[in-house]
Structure formats: C-alpha cells, structure tokens
C-alpha cells in the first residue's frame, strides 16, 4: 500500500522495524509497555505533522487459535513512539488533530478469549473471527447478509504519565492510552493532560471498526496508518483526555436502529444484559450464530447510558444500525 502522505508533507515519520513480541530488541519507535524513561523515538516542534504506522496483530489473514495463543498476550499492543513536543511541560494540553487515518492492510481479526470481554463467562470456547476486503473498501462482511462499516482509527493515542514505569497498555489513564473510543477518526482532535516535559506522545492499535464499547474486548483488528499534527496549548490544563469530532458519531444511521436494554443498580450489569439481549435478538431473529452476534455487537453496536438519575435503576441501552443488513 503506497505511504500515507509523502515526505515533503510531513517532517517527521516514525517508520517501523520489524514486530516484535517482547520490548527486547525493539526498534527505537516501538513499545510494548508505557514508561516516560523511554528515549524519544522522534523530537519535534509544536505544530509539526507526525505519520504513524501502527501495525496489526502478529498474526496470518487466516489466523487460528492456536496463532494466537503463541504471542504474549500479557503484552498484546505495540505503541509507537515516544514523540517529544518541544515546549510541552506539565499542566499544558497537547493537541493532536487526526488529520487522516486509513488501513495499512486488506485483513483482520476479532479475537473472542473465554473469561475476557463483557460478556466472557459466557463465551462457550474461546475464537477468532477473520477478515478480509478489497483495498478501497468501506464495508467488510461478517457473514451472508452481514456487513460492517469500515472506519479506521487509533485505539491507543496518550501521553507519558508522571509516574515511573513500565505500565501495561491494557487499561486507558489520565493520559490516555488504550482508550479506544471510536470517533477518534480523521477530522477528530484529541486533548490531552502533559505530564512529562515533551509529553511523550504515542499511538497503536489500529482498529477499523468498533462500536462503542469494544464488547468481546477485541474490535476488528488490524494495522493502520495515521497522520496526526501535534500541538501544545499554554494555559490550559485538562485532568483527563477531552476530544471534539467533525461530524455526525455514526458511520450510517440512515436506516434507523434496533436497541436493547438492560436495567437495575450496576451499570456494568445493565451493559452485560442490554448486550445479551442483542445477541439473543440477532440469533433468534436474524439466523446468526452466538458468535457472529457477539461479535457483530463488539464492532457495530454502540452502548448508551440512557438514564443515570432514577435511583435506584439505571438504564442503558445497546443500539445497532439496521444498515449492517443488506435485505
């Protein structure tokens, strides 16, 4: 696939070396941990426009699980970077604007591991869902009748914390991190808390699609490639990551929505139900097995708190595009 922008528009480029499953011998702009004592991989201005090549999983197009279970999956991201900003100290906002973003490969997986995701105490083995498309695409199918929006993002975009490391990827932070919020696409800008002198901005985990909420724990997994302008904001200081988006939050709501509900005292249990509802509508009334439900909810079914004010119940609701349905 040709490069995402050519080197006349871009002053620095944060290239790949070769992947790898431990940080042992990684190339100086690949990570498997955050920690703010990693040297820059890049030094840049404010203002400048950074490429990121996020690579996918480590894992064939037609993947089995047993592919899976021979990468650390204690350690299952590769981040890029860090980017020092010049002139970004603690209590400033590091802007970084999502200029564009688009898939680095034609394949990709959703992995489904028993005993993980929000519902994986139900899940009955565990499994990986394989994709494929052409170069082009904007939809990939999931099954007969079934297909998903393609909509490339960054799962993981943060900053170094204050605090030493090594961290795991795993968990989103203050700073960020694997925060996985899907509308974080090209036009989208990210605000985020500096922590460190330069901040230490880095990115990874290309998804190209994923509702809200990244249910099974796994979107569809793949490699991307983003190119993103860094800036610092003085006088500013955020405690948390804030964003603002171009458009409209839905790839395509044109033909309405179907939504289930879960409702009682915990949100997250409210969450377990309105998505067991899904998947229990999916396979009764549109004939498709448990784990394409499962997984068509973790990649286009977006989770709603729809009330939070009622004591002592609470409402939220998992809403999914009819347009997945091509009848």
Known sequence: MPALMSAAESRVDCELGEFSVSAAGDGPAIRRVIDNSHPPAATVDSGDVVAFRCPGLPLPPEATLADFEAFNTEQPHTIIG?????????????????????????????????????????????????????????????????EVPLDPFCGILGVMPAE??????????????????????????????????????????????????????????????????????????????????????????????????????????????????????????RGLLWREAYVLCSLAVDLKISEIVDAPNWVVSAYLPQSVFKD
């Open 82 to 146: 860090p980017v020092h900003v010049r002139g970004a100290e603690p209590g400033d906002t590091l802007v970084a604007e999502i200029l564009a973003v688009r898939l680095g490969q034609s394949y990709g997986h959703t992995t489904v591991v028993r005993g993980f995701g929000l519902l994986g105490d139900e899940v009955p083995e565990s499994f990986i869902h394989n994709f494929s498309w052409e170069e082009g695409a904007t939809s990939v199918a999931l099954c007969d009748g079934v």
């Open 164 to 285: 030493p490391g090594p961290h795991t990827t795993l968990p989103p932070r203050a700073n960020g991190g694997n925060i996985d919020i899907r509308h974080l696409v090209a036009g989208a800008t990210l605000y985020l808390p500096v922590a460190v002198p330069g901040a230490g901005f880095f990115a990874g985990d290309g998804h190209g699609a994923q509702g809200d909420g990244e249910i099974c724990i796994s979107a569809l997994e793949t490699a991307v490639e983003a190119k993103i302008r860094l800036s610092v904001q003085k006088g500013r200081t955020i405690r948390q990551p804030h964003l603002s988006t171009a458009g409209p939050l839905n790839v395509d709501g044109s033909r309405g929505y179907y939504a289930t509900t879960g409702i009682g005292p915990d949100l997250y249990e409210c969450s377990r139900e309105a998505v067991r509802g899904m998947v229990e509508t999916l396979v009764s009334e």
